[in-house]
C-alpha cells in the first residue's frame, strides 16, 4: 500500500499512544493518551516510535493496494492484515511464540489503520491563506 509520510506518521503515533495509555501505571493515573504522551520526555517518545516502528511500518507497506476514496480511510480485513503480518514474521520462532506474535502485531497494526486520517482529494482545490 502507498501511504504519504503524513499518514504513516499519523498512523505510528497513534499506535503509540495507544500503547502508552495501556500501561499499568498510567491507566492508574487516570490520565488520558494524549496527556500521558505529552508528560514523557522527547526521547523516552523516540523510543516507543522506534520500537512500535520496527513492527508496524513493514506491514503497512506491505499491506495490498487498495482503493481509497476521499474522504475515507484505507480499510483491510482482519485476514488482510494477518496473512500480511504472518509473511513478515520470522519461521524461526517456535509455533506458539510466532502465533503470539502474529495476533499481537496484528492488533498493533489494526490500531495504527485505525489512526490513519482520512485520505484528501488529490484533485481538489485547497484555498490558500493567502486569498
Known amino acids: 500500500m502507498r501511504f504519504s509520510e503524513h499518514e504513516l506518521t499519523a498512523a505510528l503515533t497513534g499506535a503509540a499512544k495507544t500503547v502508552v495509555a495501556s500501561r499499568k501505571d498510567v491507566r492508574k493515573s487516570g490520565v488520558g493518551a494524549d496527556e ?5 520526555g522527547r526521547y523516552e517518545r523516540f ?3 522506534d520500537a512500535l516502528g520496527r513492527q508496524i511500518l513493514p506491514v503497512l507497506v506491505a499491506l495490498p493496494d487498495v482503493e481509497v476514496a476521499p474522504g475515507t480511510r484505507p480499510s483491510y480485513s482482519v485476514r488482510q492484515v494477518q496473512e500480511t503480518v504472518a509473511g513478515l514474521v520470522e ?3 517456535g509455533r506458539l511464540r510466532r502465533a503470539v506474535v502474529i495476533k499481537a502485531r496484528t492488533a498493533l497494526v489494526q490500531t495504527a489503520l485505525a489512526h490513519v486520517p482520512p485520505r484528501r482529494d488529490p484533485d481538489a482545490l485547497i484555498p490558500s491563506d493567502d486569498a
Open 36 to 40: 500521558a504522551w505529552e508528560a514523557m
Open 47 to 49: 523510543q516507543v516510535l
Open 91 to 93: 519461521e524461526e520462532l
